[in-house]
């Protein structure tokens, strides 16, 4: 996931950086009729950066495509969006901007201004058009990452329930706890919903920064409510109060 959100901004980076770089060169040559060798130079060096972005996008391609493999047990929602993202990203990369790439390339020795400065312009409205699909693919990118880690942290508080539910179990199977496991054990599961509540805070923040916000559940009052009584039985589990525990317990389960 890092991996394909690193690879997209840089290419809208690099995207950007290309269109400051058309835009300084054609004013430049806006009062030559030819192009000297220092103009040239600095098509070269576009043309560069241009095939450096094509590699970024399609080795961003081939990570997302990778990254799709290994999400197979995702649900069938977000599995669907995955492979749109691929899809988007198959087609920014069309053969029309390698023709426009070669035909500037043979155009530099002609040295005819006019034409090159045309096809400049014409190379810096594809790169426009690039940044926008780019920042489209970005921003689903973003709602699917939102998406799984909501499923993520949803299957945590399933797994957290059913662990709590075996613990009153043994909590109701054990005259004494004197070696303090089961006290012990709702420690861990403290913890654990203690990392749960960050993971939804950082989950809240993501939502905040998307375009198009995501209707999240107010659960801060929930999310309070379980830890308390989380930590509620491994207090009364510490003094021996295994009736008061199991209480705890059973609110959190339900």
Known sequence: ??????????SISMSKEIQKD???????????KNIGWEEKQKIKAILKKQQ???????????????????????????????????????QVLDEEMQKLLNEIDKMMDSAKTEKLKELLEKLNAENQDLEKELDRELELFKQLEFEQKLEE?????????????????????????????LVTEQEKLNKKMDEVKKELQILRKKNAELEEKNEMPKTQ????????????????????KKNKSKKAQQDVID
């Open 52 to 90: 450096e972005l094509e590699k970024k996008i399609a080795d961003t391609q081939k990570k997302n495509s990778e990254n799709l493999k290994n999400k197979e047990k995702l649900n069938s929602s977000i599995i669907e969006k995955q492979k749109k993202l691929e899809e988007l990203m198959k």
């Open 221 to 240: 009052k929930l999310e309070n409510s379980i830890q308390e009584k989380m930590q509620e039985s491994q207090d009364a589990l510490e003094k021996g």
């Open 22 to 32: 058309i835009k300084a060169l054609n004013k430049k040559m806006l009062q030559k």
């Open 1 to 10: 996931n890092a991996k394909t959100k690193e690879g997209l901004n840089t």
């Open 153 to 181: 942290i949803l299957e945590k508080i399933n797994a957290l329930k059913k662990q709590q539910e075996k613990l009153k179990d043994k909590t109701e199977g054990n005259k004494k706890d004197k070696e303090g496991k």
